[in-house]
């Protein structure tokens, strides 16, 4: 077991299934993820709780932490994705930008506390390389209605040369 | 004709000027793409209809269909920005990453529905190379209140050492 | 002096202190910046006037020049970050990319404008490197109800092989 399965596993994280058979990553009209050099992209996953989408507005319908955990449970599918992408965690070399999008009640003005729901979860699991810059914004809808997004990028190691 | 170029005319699709004479890109205050190593960062273009900017709440005064066929002519902008930037479209390797935002009326959810129009015409242009890694959300508006904006990151052939 | 710094002093702009000490631009779940390469991933940073954020909706309690200078607040302190990521700003190649979220009240259609403090800011202090990419939208919060806030990607020089 890799040491990043290991951190996974100590933190009771099953990664989900998140695709369906795969051609280079596609699916629908995008991908889950782009490799382009050195960085992973990945699309915006969406918030869930029991493995299903968590719809609704944060600081109306849905509380701040319940917000916060779908923003983990985002993290956790940008993990599952970004293991697809390299085939083992431990080659990533560093999680570089986070953008999260809240769909906040019209006077909740705290999405980067929903958004540390899924920062921190990273630093948990990678510890400095999983240390990233980030934005966080209340949007007006997402996706479905659901709760919260959140899209990545990711450094990893280089594709050893034949 | 290029490959890009025949596959373009077969879809009808004719690149607008989407520039007045340039420097480097520069027009107003910002630029509408700038080359960094080996990728294309293009600034956000707004969606229209006829050539011109077409503006309102989607799922409110602008039906989805309209608005995906905005989010489709962003497409065909930014595609035009990117053929200033490189020359030749054939040289686009990758279609990284795509941010779709729609000025979508309060209980509008289907922004990636939206988002479609562009991610499809892109796939139709470059096949498995225009496959992209994509965010999507409702922003509460958008410049001059246009029903779609988009912006796009894009991998390109290195320029040839001398 | 470098060019950079007398440029700054003409413009009287001093660089705010950005950050508590810093270990690898660590602070809170998330960095300020994320160095990739040759490039500086800056989290997003928040409106201020007079060294205090600025919160309200603009087009409604914020007019659009109060705006438009927490804007370029916000520019001074995407530098001041950069300026510790790379130590000196003369290292700075390229302003790649800006996002520039406003919180904008519901029939505010001028988020170009907000944004363009930021914009015009960066190519007094920059020039021509200065010039970038960008997108701009009214999005629904922001955090603590601050009226605007900008993330930013620069190319940097590579740093000496020793």
């Known amino acids: 077991m890799s040491p990043i399965d290991t951190r996974l596993k100590s933190l009771d ?5 998140v695709m369906p058979p795969v051609v280079d990553g596609y699916v ?13 992209y990945l699309s915006g996953r969406l918030g869930k709780e029991d493995g299903k989408l968590l719809c609704g507005k944060v600081g109306d319908e849905i509380i701040l932490d319940r917000a916060k955990l779908a923003a983990r449970s985002v993290a956790i599918e940008l993990l599952a994705v970004l293991k697809v992408a390299v085939g083992d965690l431990d080659r990533v070399r560093r999680i570089v930008k ?3 999008m809240v769909n906040g009640a019209p006077h909740f003005t705290e ?6 729901g899924a920062s921190e979860f990273l630093v948990q699991v990678f510890g400095e390389r999983g240390i990233h810059a980030r934005s966080s914004c209340c949007v007006a809808q ?3 209605g659901v ?5 990545m ?5 280089p594709i050893a040369q034949k």
């Not at 999405?111 to 540390?116: E, G, L, S, T």
Request: a negative charge; one cysteine or more; aromatic letters at 8%.
């Open 13 to 17: 994280v099953v990664l989900p299934d």
């Open 28 to 40: 629908s009209a995008f991908a889950p993820f782009v490799r382009s050099g050195d960085h992973i």
């Open 147 to 151: 709760c919260v997004e959140a899209d």
């Open 111 to 116: 999405p980067h506390k929903v958004a540390d």
């Open 142 to 144: 997402l996706p479905f």
């Open 153 to 157: 990028i990711a450094e990893v190691a």
């Open 98 to 100: 986070l953008l999260v």
